[in-house]
């Protein structure tokens, strides 16, 4: 991972952890597991990038949850993100979910 990445998923972990009273090492890692009915309990907003975040905040203050550490290597192939866009589209994301007014 790019020092970039690293800041970025820094930020967006520790935002994260921040607004939401959760314990993430790594909120920008798309791994998850977890059985069909935790699901069903889970208030998710959002269903683009940011879903993947939503997930684990959601999963993190309602169930028991451990997160399992992965090792990022280099990427073969073409990348299909853009850094900046993408982490802003989160950030904005991580906002928008914890200061929304509640219905």
Known sequence: MTAKHRLGNFALTFTSNLFFGVRIKDSQSGMWVFRRDILDRLVLTDDGMP???EIKIEAFRKVRSLEVPIVYRRRVGEVKLSSWKDGWKNM??????RFRRQR
């Open 51 to 53: 879903m993947s975040e």
């Open 92 to 97: 904005k994301f991580l906002f928008k979910k």
